[in-house]
């Protein structure tokens, strides 16, 4: 390990799960290293990562083997909390938390390390947990992009935390806006059960019985490792197997620009797990509105409440295939109204969003 990566400016960001641009890790820290102009950067990634930041203040450690990777994390944190700069640790999860507990004794000086907590998942056992770390570990800096996360660490006894927007990775510059100009539907990012993928298989199978001929892009790329739980699979197959003649899948991940692009014109279908999403940021949502692309989705979602604030789409209370389609009807009528509203709304949380507040807060 270099020395460079030791020194008191740097910031080492601990992403362990980032191997490809699908998912939110490229998108997060890539907002992240775009905003850091100011500091120098050491990305710790998975060893087979095959991807690539811009800036010359960004250095990229492909470190992580993803059997072990919570055994090196042991060793990297009490590496890094011997030595100068900062941890950042962008995806964190309880189990951070344990390590970091283990790795420094409780020892962890005030400004020394933050964690992002996308969401949780939260039981009473954890809560109890969550307690008994807040008293070994109080200087820890506790980030999250909605208020029942943070809340949840505040009654959990943390005493450094702050709410941080999820920055905005995709911006579209206006002069790309085709507003009015409907192209076809989009399931974007990857395919997974809490994202909904088996009522939009649902729907093209719906689309193809009633003979339409709306187009459909649909990623159906894995995860970050690769791959698909058994549901999802099989759901695939199904998808692969429907003859909808106007439906495009895009089976690998797609560059930043591919991905952009794919939103112009288009509706994003978002039937995600209220359960799973009702406070939860979608990165997918962001760069819809940002690229003035309306959205359906599902009630009582972070989701839902974002395309009500913007009136930016349509809200469905059910999954049925009658009732997307007929809301997806609904958008198309008046696609340009939704569209300029989309993208009004994105421009909005673009400076909300920024990743300006996400660096600033981790210079403090």
Known sequence: MPDT????????????????????????????CNASSKASL???INRKASVAFAGTNVRINRYFYSKIRRFQCYGLYKRLLKAGGKLFISTAGTTDLVLLGWASNGNIPKGKVYLYFHWLNISEKKI????????KLPNLMILGPTSSVINTFQEAGFKNTRLVPYPISVQ?????????????????????????????????????KLGLQIPFHLQ???????????I??????????????????YPETLKPEEYADLFSGAICIQLYSVDLFSDRISGVTLDALSAGCPIVTT?????????????????????????TLTAIKEIIDEYSR??????AGGLILQQENSAEILFNTLME
């Open 42 to 44: 050491c990305l710790w």
């Open 172 to 208: 579209i510059p206006q002069d790309n806006k085709k507003h009015g100009n409907f192209t076809g539907l989009l399931y974007a990012g990857a395919a997974r059960q809490d994202k909904g993928i088996s009522e939009v298989v649902r729907l093209v199978e719906h689309m193809n």
């Open 5 to 32: 990566y030791l020194a008191p400016e740097t910031i080492n960001v601990i992403e362990p799960t980032l191997m490809s641009e699908t998912g939110h890790c490229f998108s997060f820290l890539t907002s992240l």
């Open 338 to 343: 939704y569209s300029k509203n989309a993208y």
């Open 232 to 249: 999802t699979k099989t759901e695939i197959q199904r998808l692969e197997k429907t003859p909808y003649p106007y439906l495009h899948l």
């Open 220 to 230: 159906n790329s894995p995860d970050y490792r690769g791959k698909y739980d058994a």
């Open 128 to 135: 109890a947990y969550l307690k008994r770390l807040s008293q």
């Open 299 to 323: 009630s009582g979602t972070w989701i839902a409440r974002m395309v009500q604030r913007f009136d930016a789409g349509k809200i469905v209370d059910s999954t049925e295939p009658e009732i």
